[in-house]
Nanobody, 124 residues
Framework: QVQLVESGGGLVQAGDSLRLSCAASGRTFSSYGMGWFRQAPGKEREFVAGITRSGESTYYADSVKGRFTISRDNAKNTVYLQMNSLKPEDTAVYYC?????????????????WGQGTQVTVSS
């Protein structure tokens, strides 16, 4: 089992950057494919980015490709989401999630563990 705690959200202006962190408990962090999702008010939770167990491959939603970067540090049990050139439509609660496979994909139900979320608000 793993517990996830996100941090780094906040209120920024369009064009600014933020880096989200997700700290995981437990000694098996490197066995999980990790992902970031987000949920805007009135919308369904959606996939943002994913990374394989060892971090050698990453995957992005088209809406964030070229602006966001997912990375992980298995020695620190942490996964990151660097968000650049933020837009008002990026406003959402951002969640990190852990799945039991090498790469857990874009589907919410592929992930077993979720953090509590961190709010990102981008003003125009």
């Amino acid at each position: 089992q793993v517990q996830l705690v996100e941090s780094g959200g906040g209120l920024v202006q369009a064009g600014d950057s933020l880096r989200l962190s997700c700290a995981a408990s437990g000694r098996t962090f490197s066995s999980y494919g990790m992902g970031w999702f987000r949920q805007a008010p009135g919308k369904e939770r959606e996939f943002v980015a994913g990374i394989t167990r060892s971090g050698e491959s990453t995957y992005y939603a088209d809406s964030v490709k070229g602006r966001f970067t997912i990375s992980r540090d298995n020695a620190k049990n942490t996964v990151y989401l660097q968000m650049n050139s933020l837009k008002p439509e990026d406003t959402a609660v951002y969640y990190c999630a852990a799945g039991p496979t090498y790469y857990s994909g874009t589907r919410i139900d592929n992930y077993d563990y979720w953090g509590q979320g961190t709010q990102v608000t981008v003003s125009s």
